[in-house]
């Protein structure tokens, strides 16, 4: 079943512009991760927020977690044309039997133009 | 150290068939899951296996099951194929149980 609904479901920007792409989950959870994924191939980690942090940053991403909302976002800043992919949220819940087991959102798919 | 490795990459099976896919983690990690996807249910988890034990198991049909062997490698296996079972099956290793690493999945085609 899908934990996560990002929003919105496609966007499509100008090399340059900023991203952004929204994730809202539904149970409590232990962190939320963001993954992007280049047609149809495998899953790269972008980056981990754990439940008791509200932001982090890694080069060009900034991601920021509402657990009162529960709700997540991701900014891409200064995009280029390989960010083209697509981008899913991804929950690990708390109570989850001492397991790893992610649940992704459907994804945002991502194009930027050159 | 290498990535995550899956194999075969592309397979394609007939409806009834049963088929094995194979996934090596990274060097030191002991954590091993699966994951299906498919357009239309999106990235579904499949079973997670940590030193030779399934810790955790998704929603899926007895069909579908798996194994870790003692150097952390992994096979999943579906039996009785259906045509619904066509996807990418991706195989995702951690070592401390937070970030998981991705290779590049098996495509599976049920005919």
């Known amino acids: 079943s899908q934990q996560g609904e990002e929003d919105p479901q496609a966007l499509s920007i100008q090399e340059g512009e900023n991203a952004t792409m929204n994730c809202s989950y539904k149970?409590?959870?232990?962190?939320l991760q963001w993954y992007r994924q280049n047609s149809g191939r495998g899953l790269v980690h972008l980056i981990l927020?754990?439940?008791?942090?509200r932001e982090k940053h890694s080069g060009r991403l900034r991601v920021t977690l509402d657990t009162s909302k529960k709700s997540s976002s991701l900014l891409i800043t200064a995009s280029r044309a390989a960010d083209t992919a697509s981008y899913f949220c991804a929950t690990v819940s708390v109570g989850n039997q001492a397991g790893t087991a992610l649940i992704f959102g459907k994804g945002t798919t991502l194009s930027v133009s050159s | 150290k290498a990535g995550v490795t899956q194999t075969p990459r592309y397979l394609i099976k007939t409806r009834g068939q049963q088929v094995t896919l194979s996934c090596s983690p990274i060097s030191g990690h002991r954590s091993v899951s699966w994951y299906q996807q498919t357009p239309g249910q999106g990235l579904q988890f499949l079973f997670e296996?940590?030193?030779?034990?399934?810790?955790n198991k998704g929603n899926f049909p007895g069909r579908f099951s798996g194994r870790q062997f003692s150097n952390s490698r992994s096979e999943m296996n579906v039996s009785t194929l259906e045509l619904g079972d066509s996807a990418l099956y991706l195989c995702a290793s951690s070592f401390l149980g937070d970030t998981q690493y991705f290779g590049p999945g098996t495509r599976l085609t049920v005919l």
């Open positions: 296996y940590f030193s030779e034990t399934q810790r």
């Open positions: 149970t409590s959870i232990n962190n």
């Open positions: 927020i754990r439940s008791n942090e």
